[in-house]
């Protein structure tokens, strides 16, 4: 939190281009002339940029880092004969990721208010947003334990990020695409995320299996992490 506060400025500006282009292509461009389930499509496509960039902020900001202070800092052996518990240990890697992608949705959040969307920021909305990003911090807790170099970690997110980012609902919706791959993107959890921000951000509800999904996978990506850092700590 302490390097966070010293260079927010720098995190606030690159957290700010991607989304801003994104709006600008999406919102302004294309969106223009397209209507998703009755409304417009920025307001279709804010939710799954949000969705994204909580994926893409907070799984960066734990995997890469602590898969450096891994494998070439060699920096992770002094937290690990620290006396703190693994679970500790994951917890205050994860939440700092949390924070980030935390700031990163705040930031689309409101460039999307002065694009002119419109959409239901409830207390609901913010707390699926505060799940998506611990999920994904906690995802990318397993990636920097488990995978064994930087080569691998670029590859991780190649085939497991990449595909989801534009594929899981971010976009446009899953069920345009063939059954067979629709089903297995329905497996994942960012289209969970965007179900769920999408539902809340309308005012049409909220999708209980979405949420016990992105529940689910929060607790399995956190015990994973845990368990990862005690077999390192074991090791």
């Given at each position: 939190?302490?390097?966070?506060?010293?260079?927010?400025?720098?995190f606030f500006a690159s957290r700010l281009v991607g989304p801003l282009l994104y709006l600008v292509a999406f919102g302004w461009g294309l969106g223009r002339s397209?209507?998703?389930?009755?409304?417009?499509?920025?307001?279709?496509?804010?939710?799954?940029?949000?969705?994204?960039?909580?994926?893409?902020?907070?799984?960066?900001?734990?995997?890469?880092?602590?898969?450096?202070?891994?494998?070439?800092?060699?920096?992770?052996?002094?937290?690990?004969?620290?006396?703190?518990?693994?679970?500790?240990?994951?917890?205050?890697?994860?939440?700092?990721?949390?924070?980030?992608?935390?700031?990163?949705?705040?930031?689309?959040?409101?460039?999307?208010?002065?694009?002119?969307?419109?959409?239901?920021?409830?207390?609901?909305?913010?707390?699926?947003?505060?799940?998506?990003?611990?999920?994904f911090s906690a995802l990318g807790a397993v990636a920097a334990m488990v995978v064994n170099s930087h080569e691998d970690m670029a590859n991780f997110s190649t085939?497991?990020?990449?595909?989801?980012?534009?594929?899981?609902?971010?976009?446009?919706?899953?069920?345009?695409?063939?059954?067979?791959?629709?089903?297995?993107?329905?497996?994942?959890?960012?289209?969970?995320?965007?179900?769920?921000?999408?539902?809340?951000?309308?005012?049409?509800?909220?999708?209980?299996?979405?949420?016990?999904?992105?529940?689910?996978?929060?607790?399995?990506?956190?015990?994973?992490?845990?368990?990862?850092?005690?077999?390192?700590?074991?090791?």
């Amino acid at each position: 939190m302490i390097v966070l506060r010293r260079t927010f400025s720098k995190f606030f500006a690159s957290r700010l281009v991607g989304p801003l282009l994104y709006l600008v292509a999406f919102g302004w461009g294309l969106g223009r002339s397209i209507q998703m389930d009755g409304g417009s499509y920025l307001e279709f496509i804010v939710p799954g940029i949000i969705a994204l960039s909580a994926m893409n902020t907070s799984f960066s900001a734990v995997g890469i880092n602590l898969n450096m202070s891994r494998l070439y800092h060699k920096t992770l052996d002094e937290y690990l004969i620290a006396p703190i518990s693994p679970g500790a240990f994951v917890l205050g890697k994860v939440l700092a990721g949390t924070v980030r992608g935390l700031i990163a949705c705040l930031i689309i959040l409101a460039l999307a208010f002065l694009f002119g969307a419109r959409l239901a920021a409830n207390g609901w909305f913010f707390l699926v947003v505060l799940l998506t990003c611990f999920l994904f911090s906690a995802l990318g807790a397993v990636a920097a334990m488990v995978v064994n170099s930087h080569e691998d970690m670029a590859n991780f997110s190649t085939f497991v990020i990449l595909p989801m980012s534009f594929l899981c609902g971010t976009f446009f919706s899953p069920d345009r695409l063939p059954q067979v791959f629709s089903f297995v993107i329905e497996i994942l959890p960012l289209t969970h995320a965007s179900y769920l921000l999408r539902a809340i951000g309308s005012g049409t509800g909220m999708p209980g299996l979405s949420l016990a999904a992105l529940v689910l996978y929060t607790a399995v990506f956190y015990a994973g992490g845990v368990l990862a850092v005690w077999k390192v700590r074991k090791s």
